[in-house]
């Protein structure tokens, strides 16, 4: 099974970036497609970005496109999510999530497509 732990998140003032990173142990890194997903107090965890096993495909909310970058690096076994120009309404608990094998698109943006999740790293933007 594979172990993902979160890291980078903390406070940051509106306009400003994080880099979040997810790294991975377990059974070949490559394999796996991996999505960033987010949770703020009295919402749902929602799909933040996705990327798929190859790197070539990526994926963004509506709400985070031209802000936010996914990306992996497969020699280090992570993933990454670059934040900028973040807004109060990115303040969230960010959870990386691995899937093993391919999956539609469409697919990429459902919790239950993923089987293996970090604790999530608390990212806060202040005005």
């Known amino acids: 099974q594979v172990q993902l732990v979160e890291s980078g998140g903390g406070l940051v003032q509106a306009g400003g970036s994080l880099r979040l990173s997810c790294a991975a142990s377990?059974?070949?890194?490559?394999?796996?497609?991996m999505a960033w997903f987010r949770q703020a107090p009295g919402k749902e965890r929602e799909f933040v970005a996705g990327?798929?096993?190859?790197?070539?495909?990526?994926y963004y909310t509506d709400s985070v496109k031209g802000r936010f970058t996914i990306s992996r690096d497969n020699a280090k076994n992570t993933v990454y999510l670059q934040m900028n120009s973040l807004e109060q309404e990115d303040t969230a608990v960010y959870y990386c999530?691995?899937?093993?094998?391919?999956?539609?698109?469409?697919?990429?943006?459902?919790?239950?497509?993923?089987?293996?999740w970090g604790q999530g790293t608390q990212v806060t933007v202040s005005s």
């Open positions: 377990g059974r070949t890194f490559s394999d796996y497609t």
């Open positions: 999530a691995a899937r093993i094998s391919r999956i539609a698109p469409i697919y990429i943006r459902t919790a239950g497509s993923f089987g293996s």
């Open positions: 990327i798929s096993w190859s790197g070539s495909s990526t």
